[in-house]
């Protein structure tokens, strides 16, 4: 069974940084697609990052946010710069695996206003 999990979060302050990992436990060469989507409270879930593993492509609407993979560890990072209090929610990696979508758990991020 396919597992991402999620790692990092916690509570920051305004202006800081924060990197989220995530643990894949298969090959990220069987995604088609790899990112973090994340949830405030009240709203719906939307993209944050996602790119190809192994090439260069990402696509990400927030140029404070930044993936990075590392294959020996076989994990997933998130890079989030001058954090706001708007950025609070949950984060959740995602993957896109043979047409179907698999989520993390979600980790908690929050920066208190």
């Known amino acids: 069974q396919v597992q991402l999990v999620e790692s990092g979060g916690g509570l920051v302050q305004p202006g800081g940084s924060l990197r989220l990992s995530c643990a894949v436990s298969?090959?990220?060469?069987?995604?088609?697609?790899m990112g973090w989507y994340r949830q405030a409270p009240g709203k719906e879930r939307e993209p944050v990052a996602t790119?190809?593993?192994?090439?260069n492509y990402q696509d990400s609407g927030k140029p404070r946010f930044t993936i990075s993979w590392d294959s020996a560890k076989n994990t997933m990072a998130l890079q989030m710069n001058s954090l706001t209090p708007e950025d609070t929610a949950v984060y959740y990696c995602w993957g896109r695996q043979n047409a179907e979508e698999v989520w993390g758990q979600g980790t908690q991020v929050t920066i208190p206003s």
């Open positions: 298969v090959s990220m060469y069987s995604f088609s697609a």
């Open positions: 790119g190809v593993f192994d090439t």
